[in-house]
């Protein structure tokens, strides 16, 4: 059986600022703060990754994510969110237990930063599109 430090919040075995918990999963804020009311959501059962979790659990998180959200609007006057995952190293994942982050926008300046890259002059999209689906 997979255990891990989130495993050991979602037991309550480690402290954890929580703001949102039922029988499925947890929500409670990242040590890291990259802004004011950044928070984590991750189930109570041990899954890797997006991939790995279950439909249902997968769902009721995301309803989970949307409560806490509307929660962090009224209550730190959010202006939008950022709301992801990543899945292994190569994307950032450093704990190895599923989670969705959420982080609260409040200025294009207030410490998180999401860079897309424009590469459509460079790419063949119709090539790409032909790898996924053919
Ligand atoms: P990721 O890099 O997507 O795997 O995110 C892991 C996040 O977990 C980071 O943002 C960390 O700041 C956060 N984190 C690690 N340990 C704890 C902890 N004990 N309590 C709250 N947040 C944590
Ligand atoms: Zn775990």
Do not use: W
């Not at 237990?97 to 999401?114: E, K, L, Y």
Request: hydrophobic content about 40%; overall charge negative; charged content about 20%.
């Amino acid at each position: 059986m997979d255990s891990c430090i989130f495993c050991e919040i979602g037991k309550h075995h480690i402290p954890g600022k929580v703001i949102y918990e039922d029988e499925m999963c947890m929500a409670f804020l990242d040590l890291s703060q990259t802004t004011d009311g950044h928070t984590l959501v991750i189930p109570k059962k041990h899954f890797h990754d997006i991939l790995e979790v279950d439909e249902k659990t997968l769902s009721h998180m995301m309803n989970v994510v949307q409560k806490v959200a509307h929660q962090l609007q009224t209550k730190l006057d959010a202006q939008g969110f950022n709301i992801m995952t990543n899945m292994n190293e190569i994307a950032g994942q450093s704990v190895h237990h599923f989670h969705i982050h959420i982080i609260p926008r409040f200025s294009q300046q207030d410490g998180f930063n999401a860079i897309y890259t424009d590469r459509s002059k460079e790419i063949d999209l119709e090539a790409i599109y032909h790898r996924i689906m053919d």
